[in-house]
């Protein structure tokens, strides 16, 4: 998404348009391709005489596998793509002779002024010298705040706790709590994992590190002791400042990294993008990766390897294994021989780079291979073989054990009274002969498609759609797209899901796993604003699918009111989603434990 507003000037008008419209849903996902193929492409980029992936190196691993997760969350490439795309349609389209930029980031500014000049069309002027020297002095502000703010952290002084070695330390988000809930936080996946796990040991046999703020991101909820599955140590206690050496290290080094990949020829001529030269931006990207990301990615592995030295756990697993964190953690265990799992906690996006890796990257040059997991958990086949295909993970490293949320979803639905239901379709304001067409994504997702859903909408007999948000959001963000139309119910965030899925006639989303949870439940899902992460699915015919508003009320028509429409996405969903089915036998938490102890196990034997 492209946030900008221009005012275009044509030989007999002039008008204000939003830059967005003018990207189409191919050239929406061509980006995210070109994206993808630019940040893969800089590991071989020579610095100093050596790829980039071999130049900079911390205890014999590459930094490169922190450096493509910062370009890729940044997303400043991908907006250049996106942009570039949009105004070269733009111009296609309006033949302007003048195009003045209303509202707009520097990404913008700099794509609108350098597209505009190459095809003879006035524009505002782009960004100024002075703008990007300011950028990067706050940039380097900020990276400066957040170095020396980590390394005062309180709990650095506090010195480590007393533990015993466990068979399995479990790393968390420092929020962490055990609430289980429907609404796809990854304690909803893996909280009964955990809980299966405690089960199962001894008292003391896991132990749990904590690792981010102490703030839930989500519902900005603190941990308090009880809301704790066990002790939750903060990861900072096991690592002092003596045991940052290398942190400090990288951090007093930041500048001559920056220019070492200042002075790269290869670099340089990596800045043209999109035909477009983007120097200044791929400047501050750089910038962002010396100062940003690779003091606070080593520190990371600082912390985990103090951590594990202390505990000398069996195994380790984590549900954020190809984060950040995720990767420090992995690569300080794999150091140390001791095995590693990864717990999938929501949808593997396609077009994740977290999760894609080329075939020279399981062997990476001077270095060892991308940061995998010994195990990597999975809720079905799909994932698997994403993961086999896409991130070259080797077939021995991948263990589909199903998915504990969709467990408790099922479980859930199968308990529902016939009077639960109707609370349900009453709470929604539905009538009894009338059906229920269930809305559930992010609103920032479905944004640009939801005006054309709800007219859609408007045209079905005895039909309402309901739309809960997302946890995250609030139904205000929904207020101007909804209001004054009848044939619209908004729910609130907290609305339990499972009631809802049982008095649906159809699921709408964009990109949300309640889609195959549905296709589960055998509940037809219609995915809009296409091309998305359900886009496979679509394609396989197990979901139906709309890439132009022009299509929606037919394909709503369909999904309602044709039964032998139904009965094709039934018996491709089948085939599709059938082993994802058969998985919801209510054991996918007990077969994910059984993996770990297994995984724990087998070292402890070895040893």
């Known amino acids: 998404m492209i946030a900008a507003q221009l005012a275009i000037r044509a030989a007999r008008a002039s008008r204000k348009v939003e830059l967005a419209d003018y990207l189409s849903a191919a050239a929406e996902e061509q980006a995210h391709v070109d994206e993808y193929r630019w940040i893969k492409a800089l590991r071989h980029a020579q610095v100093d005489g050596d790829a980039f992936r071999d130049r900079f190196i911390v205890r014999g691993d590459s930094l490169w596998w922190f450096t493509e997760l910062y370009l890729h969350k940044d997303q400043v490439v991908l907006d250049i793509h996106r942009a570039a795309a949009a105004v070269r349609a733009l111009i296609d389209r309006e033949q302007p002779h003048a195009i003045d930029v209303i509202s707009a980031g520097p990404i913008v500014r700099h794509v609108v002024r350098e597209i505009a000049a190459s095809r003879g069309v006035a524009a505002s002027p782009g960004p100024t010298r002075l703008t990007w020297t300011m950028r990067l002095a706050r940039l380097h502000a900020r990276a400066r705040l957040l170095a020396w703010r980590a390394h005062l952290a309180p709990d650095r002084f506090r010195g480590a706790p007393p533990v015993r070695s466990p068979a399995i330390a479990a790393f968390v988000h420092r929020a962490f709590w055990r609430r289980g809930g429907d609404d796809g936080g990854a304690e909803a996946y893996i909280g009964p994992v955990l809980q299966e796990l405690e089960r199962r040991l001894e008292p003391g046999a896991i132990q749990y590190v904590g690792v981010g703020p102490a703030t839930n991101f989500r519902a900005k909820r603190t941990l308090t002791p009880g809301d704790s599955p066990a002790v939750v140590i903060p990861v900072e206690r096991f690592a002092p400042p003596q045991r940052l050496a290398a942190s400090r290290a990288m951090w007093k080094r930041r500048s001559i990294h920056h220019a070492a990949m200042l002075r790269s020829r290869a670099l340089r001529q990596a800045a043209d993008i999109a035909g477009i030269d983007c120097w200044p931006l791929v400047k501050e990207q750089l910038a962002g990766v010396a100062w940003l990301q690779w003091p606070w990615s080593v520190r990371a592995m600082d912390e985990a390897a103090a951590a594990l030295d202390a505990l000398?756990?069996?195994?380790?697993?984590?549900?954020?294994?190809?984060?950040?964190?995720?990767?420090?953690?992995?690569?300080?265990?794999?150091?140390?021989?001791?095995?590693?799992?990864?717990?999938?906690?929501?949808?593997?996006?396609?077009?994740?780079?977290?999760?894609?890796?080329?075939?020279?990257?399981?062997?990476?040059?001077?270095?060892?291979?991308?940061?995998?997991?010994?195990?990597?958990?999975?809720?079905?086949?799909?994932?698997?073989?994403?993961?086999?295909?896409?991130?070259?993970?080797?077939?021995?490293?991948?263990?589909?054990?199903?998915?504990?949320?969709?467990?408790?979803?099922?479980?859930?639905?199968?308990?529902?009274?016939?009077?639960?239901?109707?609370?349900?379709?009453?709470?929604?304001?539905?009538?009894?002969?009338?059906?229920?067409?269930?809305?559930?994504?992010?609103?920032?997702?479905?944004?640009?498609?939801?005006?054309?859903?709800?007219?859609?909408?408007?045209?079905?007999?005895?039909?309402?759609?309901?739309?809960?948000?997302?946890?995250?959001?609030?139904?205000?963000?929904?207020?101007?797209?909804?209001?004054?139309?009848?044939?619209?119910?908004?729910?609130?965030?907290?609305?339990?899901?499972?009631?809802?899925?049982?008095?649906?006639?159809?699921?709408?989303?964009?990109?949300?796993?309640?889609?195959?949870?549905?296709?589960?439940?055998?509940?037809?899902?219609?995915?809009?604003?296409?091309?998305?992460?359900?886009?496979?699915?679509?394609?396989?015919?197990?979901?139906?699918?709309?890439?132009?508003?022009?299509?929606?009320?037919?394909?709503?028509?369909r999904i309602l009111y044709d039964e032998r429409f139904r009965q094709q996405l039934a018996e491709r969903r089948s085939v599709v989603l059938g082993p994802m089915a058969s998985l919801t036998d209510g054991r996918s938490a007990a077969r994910s434990a059984e993996a770990l102890l297994q995984l724990a196990g087998r070292h402890m034997s070895e040893g």
């Open 312 to 557: 000398a756990p069996a195994s380790v697993v984590t549900y954020a294994e190809a984060g950040g964190w995720g990767r420090a953690l992995v690569l300080e265990a794999r150091r140390r021989g001791i095995p590693s799992a990864g717990l999938q906690h929501g949808f593997i996006y396609r077009h994740w780079l977290n999760y894609r890796h080329e075939p020279d990257e399981v062997v990476s040059g001077k270095t060892p291979g991308f940061p995998a997991p010994t195990r990597t958990l999975l809720f079905d086949a799909s994932a698997r073989d994403h993961l086999q295909e896409h991130g070259r993970f080797s077939e021995g490293s991948l263990v589909v054990t199903g998915s504990p949320r969709l467990d408790d979803l099922v479980r859930a639905i199968s308990a529902l009274s016939p009077e639960a239901i109707a609370d349900a379709r009453r709470a929604a304001a539905v009538a009894d002969d009338e059906m229920l067409v269930l809305l559930t994504t992010k609103e920032r997702e479905v944004r640009r498609a939801l005006p054309s859903l709800v007219r859609a909408a408007a045209g079905l007999a005895k039909a309402k759609l309901v739309v809960k948000p997302h946890p995250a959001e609030t139904a205000d963000v929904y207020a101007s797209a909804v209001a004054g139309q009848p044939h619209v119910r908004m729910l609130s965030p907290s609305a339990p899901l499972a009631p809802l899925l049982a008095a649906a006639r159809a699921v709408v989303t964009v990109n949300s796993t309640v889609a195959l949870d549905a296709a589960a439940l055998d509940v037809p899902a219609l995915a809009i604003g296409l091309p998305n992460n359900l886009s496979p699915f679509v394609e396989a015919g197990a979901i139906a699918g709309a890439d132009d508003p022009a299509e929606l009320p037919a394909l709503l028509q």
